[in-house]
């Protein structure tokens, strides 16, 4: 059977396919964001939907695709894309909030940039650990592992099978937690460091009380926290790869649990 034949006798199935694909497409790191045109991931689902329905054909049970019930297995399919791609996320989402903590200590709570994946006003070095992430990322072939687990993802859990959340949310809170963990393993050697120069211009300050360490406090946290940040760089980035080597098993882990 040729593929046109299979797509007008199945368009149900293709149609949850494509809605599945579109799903993690969508919502996939360095992918999702205002940078990348719509029409582009729209074009990418379709395209990927069309290589990989043939293959998961055989997957999706025969069930009544009456509209109502369309409609709700269509719900379930964007639940679960939206799902994977905050999996995903969680790992940029702690090196931004690392780079938070770490642009307060250097005095950059006020300097904002705009985050072109959000389309919101971050912080910059909330912006550099994003960018960060984002290379090391593509580096190791981040994307790889989500095209390979969205086609598992058929094998898995196939479309019209319905969803098991009783132990898939508690596991992604427990993730989001993980997350604010992560953040602070970036940048702790850091930030510690910081706090250490203002308890040192701290004592100068009593001991010559006509300095000014307010205004040297700037440049010089400044100054130190780059310093240590490019000595600190192959850690993070360790750090980093370590994560995202481990996306893969922490995706079909998840894929156990939302199996019924």
């Known amino acids: 059977m040729d593929l046109e034949a299979l797509l007008s006798q199945h ?51 025969d069930i009544n695709f009456a509209p109502l019930r369309l409609f709700v297995l269509g719900s379930q399919e964007v639940l679960l894309g939206l799902m994977l791609g905050f999996i995903g996320r969680l790992l940029f989402l702690a090196a931004q909030f690392g780079g938070t903590i770490l642009g307060f200590q250097m005095g950059f709570a006020a300097a904002n940039i705009l985050d072109p994946q959000s389309q919101q006003q971050i912080q910059l070095m909330s912006q ?35 969803l098991h959340l009783q132990d898939a949310v508690p596991s992604m809170v427990a993730m989001t937690g993980e997350m604010f963990v992560l953040g602070l393993q970036l940048t702790a050697p850091i930030y510690v460091i910081l706090i250490l120069s203002d ?15 307010f205004m040297l406090k700037f440049p010089i946290n400044i100054g130190v926290a780059f310093f240590f940040l490019g ?19 922490r995706l079909v882990e998840f894929f156990e649990l939302v199996r019924q």
Do not use: K, Y
Not at 38 to 50: E, K, N, P, T
């Open 11 to 61: 368009w149900p199935s293709f149609l949850l396919c494509f809605i599945r694909v579109a799903a993690i497409i969508g919502s996939m790191p360095v992918l999702s964001g205002g940078q990348t045109p719509a029409r582009l991931r729209a074009g990418l689902a379709l395209v990927l939907a069309v290589i990989i329905f043939p293959a998961v054909d055989g997957t999706i049970p």
């Open 128 to 162: 550099f650990q994003n960018v960060l992430a984002s290379l090391v990322f593509l580096a190791v072939d981040g994307h790889h592992v989500f095209l390979r687990s969205l086609a598992r993802s058929f094998e898995v859990v196939p479309p019209g099978g319905g």
């Open 199 to 213: 308890f040192i211009l701290g004592i100068m300050s009593r001991i010559f009380p006509q300095l000014n360490a």
């Open 231 to 249: 000595l600190s760089a192959e850690f993070i980035v360790s750090i980093l790869i370590s994560e995202f080597n481990g996306l893969a098993q």
